[in-house]
């Protein structure tokens, strides 16, 4: 069965920086993965799609990589703003079937 | 561009009393997942529906029920409605049979609170 892990679970920067946020899955066999960000009663806002036969992509100041071998993805978000504030999750679609499996979220805040 | 509509957006029931949730899945899309999301937890995979027809089955409990219409849209049917029912409940679309995996959308969300 798929898990997925995201570490940290909270991050508090200063605006300006760049930060890598992680996810981790437990089995390989993905068909794709994806970031979301959610804002607090909100719901997800698809970031990022990154299928199984790719090892990055890019959408402004965002990169988003995938290395299917060590079960891991990363996204990458280049000078933080205030408006970054958000919880971030990452989500697994396995090869076996159509579901989606999703981490718990990374919570980011981007102090001003 | 069109997105996944959900309604109603806020419900406030009693515990016993019953629930339905819509959800308006974004045209051509072939496939609904519905999530559960409790305060500060990830989203909770409760049922699908490709194609009209019940694909995969989550931690739905057995009070609950759904199913795809003709025109694609869904519903979740919530009945006995507990405390522990109280959640963001989301519906998200996408296109399965898409060459390279097709990409998840979710709605707005419906907030159930139960009293």
């Known amino acids: 069965k798929q898990e997925v892990t995201q570490i940290p679970a909270a991050l508090s920067v200063p605006e300006g920086e760049n930060l890598v946020l992680n996810c981790s899955f437990t089995?390989?066999?993905?068909?794709?993965l994806q970031w979301f960000r959610q804002d607090p009663g909100k719901g997800l806002t698809s970031l990022l799609l990154?299928?199984?036969?790719?090892r990055e992509q890019t959408s402004g100041r965002l990169n988003a990589s995938l290395d299917k071998s060590s079960g891991r993805s990363t996204l990458y978000i280049a000078a933080s703003q205030p408006g970054d504030s958000a919880t971030y999750l990452c989500?697994?679609?396995?090869?076996?079937?159509?579901?989606?499996?999703f981490g718990p979220g990374t919570r980011l805040s981007v102090l001003p | 561009a069109a997105g996944v509509i959900q309604s109603p957006r806020h419900l406030i029931k009693e515990k016993r009393e019953t629930a339905t949730l819509k959800c308006y899945p974004i045209?051509?899309?072939?496939?609904v997942y519905w999530y559960q999301q409790g305060p500060g937890q990830d989203p909770q995979f409760l049922i699908s529906?490709?194609?009209?027809?019940?694909?995969d089955k989550g931690s739905i409990p057995d009070r609950f029920s759904a199913q795809q219409f003709s025109d694609y849209h869904s519903e979740l049917n919530m009945s006995s409605l507990e405390l522990g029912d109280s959640a963001l409940y989301f519906c998200?679309?996408?296109?399965?049979?898409?060459?390279?995996?097709?990409?998840?959308?979710f709605g707005e969300g419906s907030r159930l609170t139960v009293l």
């Open positions: 989500a697994a679609r396995d090869n076996y079937g159509q579901n989606f499996v």
């Open positions: 045209p051509r899309h072939d496939t």
């Open positions: 990154i299928q199984s036969s790719q």
């Open positions: 529906f490709y194609e009209k027809m019940q694909s």
């Open positions: 089995d390989s066999a993905i068909y794709n």
């Open positions: 998200a679309s996408t296109i399965i049979g898409l060459a390279g995996g097709g990409e998840l959308f």
